[in-house]
């Protein structure tokens, strides 16, 4: 999570050489997370949780993965990530311009 908002802040400064690593970067640790299905211990929490923690941002951060995977001609990786922002919040506009 603190990679995602790192890129949000650096998007915001419109340092968008710096913010798309850090949302791949942030997609790739979330992704990993989920495919694993570690439970979790005390200190470390499991997948789920951080999936709960990250769901309102996920299909943002799925959004900036998309684009920055888009900006460097992976145009399978971005139509992924589109696809599954595009499920997760059907009314974003943004998405179904970019899917198309």
């Not at 650096?10 to 992704?31: G, H, M, Q, T, W």
């Not at 989920?34 to 997948?47: I, K, L, R, Y």
């Not at 460097?72 to 922002?85: M, N, T, V």
Request: proline content about 4%; glycine content about 8%.
């Amino acid at each position: 999570k603190v990679l995602y908002e790192r890129g949000c802040r650096r998007a915001y400064e419109k340092r968008f050489e710096l913010a798309i690593p850090d949302f791949e970067e942030s997609y790739k640790l979330v992704k990993g997370l989920m495919n694993t299905g570690d439970s979790g211990s005390a200190s470390q929490p499991d997948a789920s949780t951080i999936a709960l923690d990250l769901y309102d941002e996920y299909p943002k951060l799925l959004e900036w993965a998309g684009m920055g995977k888009h900006l460097r001609y992976d145009l399978d990786g971005a139509s992924d990530c589109y696809e599954k922002c595009s499920d997760l919040d059907p009314t974003n506009a943004e998405i179904m311009v970019k899917r198309a």
